[in-house]
């Protein structure tokens, strides 16, 4: 479909937060690459997006939502109101919301994102109020929006399974990885990293991701101290990523013994990460479930020997270009062992890994999500 054919789409994307995680990543990748396939775009967000948006995508309307949204309650109120107002105003066809929530009644048809089914397969690893809050805003896309996106088959398969959602009305688009930010690091980039993070250990394990109860920390944790004692040479630990409400990491932490090395650095910037990735030994994700699994895909573009675990979407990314392990501390020490002392397996995973995340990119997930748009307009 030509650009001139094309319904003008209104992307809501003040749901994306100031740290930019994995709707951030989705929405600021997903924007240019529908603007590069002649995507007719108008973006509303939030005041400090405004520029941002506005450099990414020259050739669209970009509006700032009013000041007042950056408090959650009131944004989720101005969405109701606000939202379809300003579709009318900029004259969208279709608005795609990408985080769940929606207007319900916007005046035009709604396309929403539906990025996990584990508020309702692992109800356990969430809070009571966000599970509540993301299992009635999932039935509810279900129901009212013109049609929904989710990032995996395996995601679909799920929320059909537990919500008895249609096939039909449910479109897979998976995400795509920025070869900017997520590449194979140089040595200047690993050797920043490395100074960045003060490490003494001359090799370490790395995990990247919001560290909230579903990412398995803990775990993570004792199966590294196990395999430190069992591998000559132990490799520092390094948690990267914005702190979720995982309560028992820092008591974890803090119980680690002082002959082994563990950081825990919080948010980095984009510009540090394929250094911290690729320079890895092992990258370590073992989470107890994905809509997708984009800190593993991220991880794979940066050539990283990826240790992670065979539940929901990860399959699904990984193929067989990374190591799958229980998410249990004996499944993780035995899966860093087998890695920290096999180089050539190592390497073999690491080159495997960048050539199967070459294949997911953002153009393809844009040209997807063309297609929903366009049989939600139609």
Not at 1 to 9: D, E, I, K, L, W
Not at 114 to 131: G, I, M, N, W, Y
């Amino acid at each position: 479909m030509g650009a001139n054919a094309q319904a003008r789409v209104l992307v809501d994307a003040t749901a994306v937060p100031p740290d930019r995680g994995g709707v951030g990543r989705y929405v600021d990748q997903l924007l240019p690459a529908l603007a590069d396939a002649g995507a007719s775009l108008a973006v509303v967000c939030q005041a400090h997006d405004l520029d941002l948006y506005g450099r990414l995508l020259p050739g669209a309307d970009v509006v700032a939502a009013p000041a007042a949204i950056e408090r959650r309650p009131a944004r989720l109120a101005w969405e109701q109101v606000g939202l379809p107002r300003t579709a009318r105003r900029l004259g969208a066809r279709v608005l795609h919301s990408p985080h769940y929530t929606f207007p319900l009644r916007a005046g035009v048809p709604v396309v929403t994102t539906l990025h996990d089914a584990t508020f309702f397969t692992s109800p356990e690893v969430h809070q009571r109020v966000k599970r509540s809050f993301f299992r009635t805003w999932t039935h509810a896309s279900l129901r009212r929006a013109a049609r929904c996106i989710v990032p995996s088959q395996a995601t679909l398969d799920e929320l059909a399974r537990v919500t008895g959602a249609v096939h039909g009305q449910v479109d897979v688009a998976h995400h795509g990885v920025d070869p900017t930010s997520f590449h194979v690091p140089t040595s200047a980039e690993r050797d920043r990293a490395r100074t960045t993070l003060g490490l003494r250990s001359s090799r370490y394990v790395a995990f990247l991701g919001t560290i909230e109860p579903r990412k398995n920390v803990p775990a993570l944790i004792e199966g590294w101290q196990r395999a430190c004692r069992r591998v000559a040479d132990p490799p520092a630990l390094v948690l990267a990523g914005g702190r979720g409400w995982d309560e028992r990491v820092d008591p974890a932490i803090a119980a680690v013994p002082g002959e082994f090395e563990v950081h825990a650095p919080g948010y980095l910037p984009l510009d540090q990460l394929a250094g911290l990735l690729g320079g890895a030994e092992v990258v370590a994700y073992p989470s107890l479930g994905e809509g997708f699994g984009l800190p593993v895909l991220e991880a794979m573009a940066c050539g990283a020997a990826v240790l992670t675990t065979p539940l929901l979407a990860i399959p699904e990314v990984g193929g067989d270009a990374v190591e799958y392990v229980e998410p249990t501390p004996e499944g993780i020490e035995a899966g860093l062992i087998a890695l920290l002392t096999a180089p050539a397996r190592r390497a073999g995973l690491s080159a495997a890994a960048a050539r199967r995340a070459a294949t997911f990119t953002w153009a393809a997930s844009a040209e997807q999500h063309l297609r929903t748009f366009a049989k939600a307009a139609g």
